[in-house]
């Protein structure tokens, strides 16, 4: 379902003489339907960067990044835009959205946006947000103020409202107590019960030794001729 061939990243920093700071080299990877495959490395090896590479937003200076059907790595934004619609979820560390927006239509929208009618979508937001212990009072509030282990809940529950085929989890369990990280592993192992094929960052080793099938370590993808 997800393959990385050979992919590697530079960055250059326009600010700051143009330095260039290689990041990654020749990362590989495959990723099965049913499969969690867990990125691991010190902090600062590249993990999220890597994650973000497989979502679009950063852009690979060289490798082929196939999801589905799609190489990520060569792709057109509209069809980017497309695979993260129906194929590709991604739950960022950290909540962004727009103010002002309730948080059962945060969580809705994943699946109005691919044509799911009003009722089933927020039927199912409801349930996810019950399922996460987020009090109903709030539901019709921003999750702008929420604290950061509810807004985490959001993004799960958000992440997940849309069957993806592919999901992408940065720290999803960080900010969270042990009930709600128990139901978050929970819906981990039923995602990966349909099908899904995930790739997860969990700092949490007994969290990623529930889940995961394997670990790949983004330090075998450090480029040669850094420091
Ligand atoms: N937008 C950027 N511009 C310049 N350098 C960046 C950018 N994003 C990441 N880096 C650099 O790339 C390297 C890898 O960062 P990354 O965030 O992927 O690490 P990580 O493995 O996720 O670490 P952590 O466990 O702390 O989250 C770091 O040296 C970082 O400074
Ligand atoms: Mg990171």
């Known amino acids: 379902m997800i393959t990385v061939e050979n992919v590697s990243k530079t960055f250059t920093l326009h600010n700051q003489a143009a ?32 994650m973000r590479m497989l979502y679009g937003n950063y ?20 069809e980017i835009l ?8 991604y739950v ?24 799911v009618a009003q009722d089933p979508a927020f039927d199912r937001a409801r349930g ?29 529950a958000r992440g997940f409202a849309y069957d993806y085929p592919a999901l992408l989890l940065d720290e999803p369990t960080a900010s969270l107590d042990a009930t709600n990280r128990a139901i978050v592993l929970d819906m981990i192992h039923a995602a990966k019960a349909r099908g899904a094929a995930i790739v997860g960052i969990f700092h949490d080793d007994a969290a990623r ?15 040669r001729d850094a420091a």
């Open 128 to 156: 996810l947000l019950a399922r996460l212990n987020i009090p109903e009072r709030l539901w019709s509030l921003s999750p702008t103020t929420f604290s950061g282990g509810e807004q985490q809940r959001v993004n799960i």
């Open 92 to 115: 960022s560390q950290f909540l962004r959205v727009v103010p002002r927006v309730p948080t059962l239509e945060v969580v809705a929208e994943p699946l109005l946006v691919t044509g």
């Open 19 to 50: 330095a260039v700071i290689p990041v990654m080299e020749g990362a590989s990877l495959q990723v099965a339907p049913g499969e969690c495959v867990a990125l691991v490395g010190a902090s600062g090896a590249g993990k999220s960067t890597l």
């Open 209 to 223: 030794a529930q889940v995961c099938d394997r670990e790949i370590d983004v330090a075998g993808f450090a480029p």
């Open 59 to 78: 852009l690979a200076a060289s490798g082929r990044i196939q999801i589905g059907d799609v190489d990520v790595a060569s792709a057109a934004p509209r």
């Open 82 to 89: 497309d695979l993260r619609r129906h194929v590709l979820g």
